[in-house]
Nanobody, 123 residues
Framework: QLQASGGGLVQAGGSLRLSCAAS????????TGWFRQAPGKEREFVAA?????????YYAESVKGRFTISKDNAKNTVYLQMNSLKPEDTAVYYC?????????????????WGQGTLVTVSS
């Protein structure tokens, strides 16, 4: 089970950190990703991280340089640090996980999903 948290209301240019905690399983040998879905739009990929020593990461072009995905092995938690937020970042953010060793950016590749956390960026 994945539990996403950390969403909220922030002004443009501000920052938020989302968390995705896993219970009942560990993230080892998993790929964890963040997706988002804005009203009236399809779910889109944001970032992914491989739960390995190298912690390889991959980002959507729209967030590269502003968002950082990271992990805490001891807490079995993945984070998404979001800086320089823009109104177009407003969406429900979902964390997802699947077994694998590639940085999947397609939602259908992920087997486990959190409940989503709302991020609202005001202009």
């Amino acid at each position: 089970q994945l539990q996403a948290s950390g969403g909220g209301l922030v002004q443009a240019g501000g920052s938020l950190r989302l968390s995705c905690a896993a219970s009942g399983r560990t993230f080892s040998s998993y790929v964890t990703g963040w997706f988002r879905q804005a009203p009236g739009k399809e779910r889109e990929f944001v970032a992914a991280i491989i739960w390995s020593a190298e912690s390889s990461t991959y980002y959507a072009e729209s967030v590269k340089g502003r968002f950082t995905i990271s992990k805490d092995n001891a807490k079995n938690t993945v984070y998404l640090q979001m800086n320089s937020l823009k109104p177009e970042d407003t969406a429900v953010y979902y964390c997802a996980a699947t077994r694998g060793s590639d940085l999947y950016s397609t939602a259908r590749r992920y087997d486990y999903w959190g409940q989503g956390t709302l991020v609202t960026v005001s202009s």
